[in-house]
């Protein structure tokens, strides 16, 4: 069955970094894209990065370019980010979202991780 599992949450001061993983099973890896999303409370879900299956092409909010880096190992099955100069307004529940299939329609999502920037 198709499993999605972060890893890496946690709290962190302002400035900090932190990385998530995303360990990944049940398909094929490395023909899906890869994003994660984050849900702060009271907020809507937002797409945070993307990474296509290839690895070869990212794409960031305009909120965290610069600070987080989105790579993928697909001999690991497993897809990151790299967050750093964290702020406080990145505190949310991160989420990975595999995307696959005709025009990417079929989606797995995980189940969360907690992000806390605070001092």
């Known amino acids: 069955q198709v499993q999605l599992v972060e890893s890496g949450g946690g709290l962190v001061q302002p400035g900090g970094s932190l990385r998530l993983s995303c360990a990944a099973s049940?398909?094929?890896?490395?023909?899906?894209?890869m994003s994660w999303y984050r849900q702060a409370p009271g907020k809507e879900r937002e797409l945070v990065a993307t990474v296509t299956a290839a690895g070869g092409t990212t794409n960031y909010a305009d909120s965290v370019k610069g600070r987080f880096t989105i790579s993928r190992d697909n001999a690991k099955n497993t897809v990151y980010l790299q967050m750093d100069s964290l702020k406080p307004e990145d505190t949310a529940v991160y989420y990975c979202?595999?995307?696959?299939?005709?025009?990417?329609?079929?989606?797995?999502w995980g189940q969360g991780t907690q992000v806390t920037v605070s001092s």
């Open positions: 049940g398909f094929t890896f490395s023909s899906a894209a």
């Open positions: 979202k595999a995307a696959r299939g005709y025009k990417a329609l079929i989606t797995y």
